[in-house]
């Protein structure tokens, strides 16, 4: 690790992920040195492997909390022993109940031993970072503004240890959700933070100009779309993608 953090850009956020021998290796490391990750991803460990001692340390682990850590384990079809021995650790976290540690489980009957490595590693990291995807509701379109979204990834931001933008889609999602509810205004200010993001991008500001026509103010939206149409003529964007822009330009124009 000293390794990797000198001559990786590391950021002190860390996942350690194993299969079959290294599952047990990850189980051992969770409970006896959790502070070294922050995620581990135990899949078809051989945790009937030395039970006891993975059960006491189990018991320690929950006395001595050293920060929050989030556990992925699961078990394929490759044998009863790894299928009581994983079943016997969840039932271990189940009695012991450590407060520091988040965990999920998953049963792959249809993988063998080998064949599970890859379902299981899609959908632990889907599980473990499902946070970075965030999801518009119909409560935010109509009682939330952009703060909530700006907030939400700063958060996340915190959390991981370096700036995570805004996705595009979500700023389009949310503004949308807010237009279906009538807060046309609300919309716009999302669209400009949209903007103010990715000033470069022609998409950005043919939303907001979208955004300001839903409000019926023509003039912006006029303004907004020619900018979109610059912004793509100097990225050298698609010819179609600036002809159907020019089309919009002459659509909102009309609305004058």
């Known amino acids: 690790m000293p390794y990797i953090n000198s001559n990786y850009p590391t950021?002190?956020?860390n996942t350690l992920i194993g299969h079959s021998n290294a599952g047990t290796l990850a189980l051992y490391t969770l409970v006896n040195q959790p502070e070294l990750f922050n995620n581990?991803?135990?899949?078809?460990?051989n945790s009937?492997?030395?039970?006891?001692?993975l059960k006491n340390n189990i018991?320690?682990?929950?006395?001595?909390?050293?920060?929050?850590?989030s556990l992925f384990i699961s078990v394929a079809s490759e044998g009863s022993r790894f299928y009581t021995g994983v079943l016997n650790t969840l039932v271990n976290l189940e009695q012991q109940m450590p407060t520091q540690l988040k965990w999920e489980y998953?049963?792959?009957?249809?993988?063998?031993?080998?064949?599970?490595i890859l379902p299981a590693l899609s959908d632990s990291l889907i599980h473990l970072f499902g946070d970075l995807t965030f999801k518009v509701t119909e409560e935010h379109g109509r009682f939330a503004d952009v703060s909530l979204i700006t907030g939400y990834y700063q958060a996340l931001s915190d959390k991981y240890g370096f700036e995570?933008?805004?996705p595009q889609d979500v700023y389009v999602e949310f503004a949308h959700s807010q237009q279906n509810f009538g807060n046309t205004k609300k919309a716009i200010t999302t669209l400009k933070q949209f903007t103010s993001d990715y000033p470069n991008?022609?998409?950005?500001?043919?939303?907001?100009?979208?955004?300001?026509?839903?409000d019926k103010q023509f003039k912006e939206a006029v303004t907004s779309m020619k900018h979109a149409l610059e912004l793509a003529k100097q990225?050298?964007?698609?010819?179609?993608?600036?002809?159907?822009?020019?089309?919009?330009?002459n659509e909102a124009q009309e609305n004058l």
Do not use: C
Request: glycine share 6%.
């Open 48 to 53: 009937w492997w030395s039970d006891e001692e």
């Open 235 to 249: 990225n050298s964007r698609d010819s179609m993608l600036i002809d159907a822009l020019k089309d919009m330009v």
């Open 201 to 214: 991008a022609a998409y950005s500001h043919m939303r907001l100009s979208q955004g300001y026509t839903a």
């Open 164 to 166: 995570l933008k805004i």
């Open 11 to 13: 950021n002190g956020y």
């Open 106 to 116: 998953k049963h792959y009957p249809a993988f063998s031993h080998m064949g599970t």
């Open 40 to 45: 581990y991803i135990a899949i078809s460990p």
């Open 59 to 69: 018991i320690k682990y929950t006395k001595n909390p050293k920060g929050d850590q």
